[in-house]
């Protein structure tokens, strides 16, 4: 029996209704602002409904939709310098807490690595997506997710927002001697 017309769109509505949240939270990992995530995660909609009758695994469709489509706004806009009108401070901030707050950000790190890297570390570990699955929703071998998982924590590791911050003891040498 063939699915009447309206099935789809029931389908689809179900669909939406039970995922866009993962779905928006995956959107908003890649692109680190909500508006620009929602805009994505409607995109990606759009353009899955197209082909809603044609695909069998709906989700891993719809993410693999999100990342491609991300990949190519990324590639229209342009990423260069952005002017201020003040110089930052050389030497970091006089205020502890603010210069700590700085070094742990890992959305600033996050944001330094290339868009295939950053894709790979929000679907393995953020999304919770085993290697296989994130090589489908890519479109890569599993090879191809290690390496670049590999390649995106490397970078990490040495990203200055996210050095340790040294700990100052509040007794001097002389007190500890006493």
Request: hydrophobic letters at 40%.
């Amino acid at each position: 029996m063939a699915p009447r017309p309206g099935d789809a769109q029931v389908a689809f509505d179900e669909f939406v209704l039970a995922r866009s949240s993962g779905l928006l939270r995956t959107a908003y990992l890649l692109t680190h602002d909500h508006a620009l995530a929602e805009d994505l995660l409607q995109t990606a909609l759009a353009k899955a409904w197209f082909a809603w009758d044609r695909i069998d695994q709906h989700e891993a469709y719809v993410r693999r939709i999100l990342v491609t489509t991300y990949a190519t706004w990324w590639r229209r806009r342009w990423n260069g310098e952005h002017p201020t009108d003040e110089l930052p401070e050389a030497g970091g901030s006089p205020d502890p807490t603010e210069a700590a707050g700085q070094r742990h950000d890992l959305w600033s790190a996050m944001e330094r690595l290339p868009r295939r890297q950053r894709a790979v570390v929000v679907l393995r570990y953020f999304e919770d997506l085993t290697e296989a699955q994130t090589a489908q929703v890519l479109g890569c071998s599993v090879g191809t997710v290690k390496s670049q998982a590999s390649k995106a924590f490397a970078k990490l590791r040495i990203d200055p927002s996210l050095a340790p911050v040294p700990t100052t003891s509040s007794r001097t040498e002389t007190e500890d001697r006493s």
